[in-house]
């Protein structure tokens, strides 16, 4: 077996053993450890948390500035998608050729945006205090895609159409946020693929790299690739016939006691406004696909972009103009306009939409019992949704937390007129009335719950409540009498309540 299919099958191993985590987290609960991802820098940094994330991300990183990227080579599962599709379309007789553009200045932009969300996370929490739950961790965050349709797009964009469009390896070389951060790594590493002996040129190693890089040359200049984007896959020292490659240690090419070297290739397939056009689009639709489908999707947008603005390009260089000339090529470009509108209108009404996600950022906030920051985000999401009630009914819960009940029945006023027959807004008004010591409307108010819903225990109890409260027994207890299952329980309610230093709330 050649090393290719080695590597092939380590990576559809590594895509097993996710799956076997997924089914053991979700069918049998077995949630010892949680995600093995790179954004542990996040959890790691951003909260301190050093959970299993953190230490797969320590761990990544000290092989990678040891070894280089060997884990692009043989541990990413993304990986397998990418190096699937190729073979795919190899088998399909379509050869894509690499593409290599400025526009995979992408990638820095979303590590950027990875690396703020850390500083995001001390603005919100504070300096991180190191702890470690390796248990702790989800083993998908919120915003990973477990829509079905989401990650059929995925796998379809960013592998199969962005391969197609851009060449092996499109996805690492334009949009993955950690090509950039393992790059950095990899400038540091000792084993690199070396030249050990004579080498006649044939180019057959730059031809078989999988990244695109000019491997002939690169030994020609320093007896070693030193590119960073070499993520260590052994294809060029498999293709060469001369045994001039090997992968092994050595001092010489630490590229790091010269300069680091970045991923933005020196020369562009692409004029200069191509390579802008491309980032725009990318960027553009990154940034309304982050905001309408999910921080994850960030990557899915960034493909498509980039797909679309290949198609552009393509059409302006007339490259494709046979697309309107040719029944074949008509139908491709169909197919392809036809997935990217069905998966975009699927996602579109599918996911989370930014008003619900910023109303669970303000839930999270509410479960720490930092209301404060609660009732931040809350009110932000109100300035952008104001016609969102059931942010607002949060905002009012948090604020009858903190004891400002003025605001708190502001806030289930404005909800009782826009909704006057919801039953439970009138309950939870004549709660903050009740907390505020103002009887008489609560009562009124907890009447009006019965009145529209007469099932409605909590109302009930609630009414009971406030009579006990204002001192009247006699007629506290037909209300209380709908909550409780007998007489002695009841009794036992009223005198606990009336007994000292007893503190009741509604
Ligand atoms: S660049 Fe990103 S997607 Fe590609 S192999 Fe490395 S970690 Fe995986
Ligand atoms: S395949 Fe071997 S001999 Fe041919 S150019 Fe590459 S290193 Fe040189
Ligand atoms: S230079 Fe060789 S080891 Fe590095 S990515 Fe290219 S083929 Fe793989």
């Known amino acids: 077996m050649n090393i290719n299919k080695k590597r092939f099958l380590v990576l559809f ?17 077995y949630q010892r450890i949680g995600s093995l991802s790179l954004n542990g820098i996040v959890s790691l940094f951003g909260i301190g948390l050093l959970n299993s994330a953190a230490a797969f991300f320590i761990f990544v990183t000290i092989m990678t500035a040891f070894f280089g990227r060997l884990f692009c080579g043989w541990g990413c599962h993304f990986a397998f998608f990418q190096e699937c599709a190729l073979k795919i379309l190899n088998k399909l007789g379509i050869h894509p050729h690499i593409i290599h553009s400025k526009a995979n200045v992408i990638q820095y932009v979303f590590l950027l945006k990875t690396l703020t969300a850390i500083g995001e996370f001390w603005l919100i929490y504070g300096i991180p205090h190191f702890h470690i739950g390796f248990g702790d961790s989800q083993v998908m965050t919120v915003d990973l895609p477990r829509n079905p349709i989401i990650i059929a797009s995925f796998i379809t964009f960013d592998a199969f159409l962005f391969i197609y469009l851009l060449g092996s390896r499109a996805f690492c070389r334009y949009v993955c946020p950690w090509a950039p951060m393992l790059a950095i790594f990899d400038n540091m590493s000792f084993w690199r693929i070396r030249k050990i002996n004579a080498c006649k040129g044939c180019m057959s190693c730059t031809k078989s790299c999988t990244m695109g890089i000019q491997v002939h040359q690169e030994i020609a200049q320093h007896n070693a690739v030193v590119n960073p984007n070499c993520i260590r896959c052994l294809a060029c020292k498999n293709a060469c016939q001369n045994n001039t490659l090997s992968y092994r240690w050595g001092l010489n090419a630490i590229s790091i006691t010269r300069r680091i070297k970045w991923l933005v290739p020196r020369h562009s397939d692409y004029s200069w406004y191509c390579d802008f056009l491309l980032i725009f689009c990318g960027l553009i639709t ?25 198609f552009i390009i393509n059409i302006l260089a007339k490259r494709y103009v046979p697309i309107s000339e040719t029944a074949q090529q008509k139908r491709r470009l169909l197919t392809v306009g036809l997935i990217t509108l069905s998966s975009l209108g699927w996602c579109w009404v599918t996911t989370t939409s930014y008003d619900t996600r910023l109303l669970l950022r303000g839930n999270r906030f509410f479960d720490l019992m930092d209301y404060d920051k609660a009732i931040a985000t809350y009110n932000q999401a109100i300035n952008e949704f104001p016609l969102n009630h059931e942010i607002r009914a949060a905002l009012a819960l948090a604020y009858k937390q903190t004891g400002d009940y003025c605001r708190a029945a502001t806030e289930y006023k404005y909800l009782i007129n826009s909704n006057p027959d919801n039953a439970a807004l009138h309950n939870n008004l004549g709660t903050v009335y009740y907390r505020n010591e103002q009887y008489d409307f609560a009562i009124e108010e907890y009447r009006k719950a019965i009145q529209l819903d007469d099932h409605l225990a909590a109302a009930y109890g609630n009414l009971g409540l406030v009579f006990l409260k204002k001192g009247n027994v006699k007629e506290a207890i037909p209300f209380l009498r709908k909550v409780f299952q007998n007489e002695e329980d009841m009794l036992n309610y009223i005198l606990l309540l009336y007994s000292p230093n007893h503190e009741q709330t509604g």
Not at 13 to 29: A, P, T
């Open 13 to 29: 191993l590594i895509n097993i053993l996710i799956v076997v985590h997924v089914v053991l987290w979700y069918k049998f609960g």
């Open 286 to 310: 990154a940034y309304y696909t982050q905001k309408w489908l999910g921080s994850f999707q960030t990557f899915l947008g960034a493909a498509w972009g980039l797909c679309f603005g290949i």
